[in-house]
């Protein structure tokens, strides 16, 4: 079984395409296809590859345990999970174009 992800440009975020065909950042509402469902996956890949708004599309394997979707690759279980730093409010340039250390 295999879910698609990307990151959307914009934000950053890790996002995963839904079954009404957007993308959410909910793992567990993200669209799980079948190995018969590889014409469809490959169709969402090209469809979101021409809108240019997620970038690092990826095809990632997946596990359904009780209705819980587990992604197979550690790499996704980390990004799944949300990120590993801690994240801070971004620092503007001053007026000379420095940030202060």
Do not use: C
């Not at 190995?35 to 690092?56: F, L, V």
């Not at 994240?87 to 007026?95: A, C, G, P, S, T």
């Amino acid at each position: 079984m295999d879910i698609l992800t990307g990151n959307e440009v914009m934000s950053g975020a890790t996002v995963y395409l839904d079954r009404g065909g957007n993308w959410v950042e909910d793992l567990q509402a993200a669209r799980v296809f079948l190995k018969e469902e590889a014409e469809a996956r490959d169709a969402a890949i090209a469809a979101t590859k021409k809108t240019m708004r997620i970038n690092s599309l990826e095809i990632e394997t997946v596990t359904l345990k009780d209705g819980v979707i587990h992604p197979d690759r550690i790499r996704e279980q980390i990004r799944a999970g949300g990120p590993t730093a801690p994240r801070f409010d971004r620092q503007h340039l001053d007026k000379d174009g420095h940030v202060s250390i």
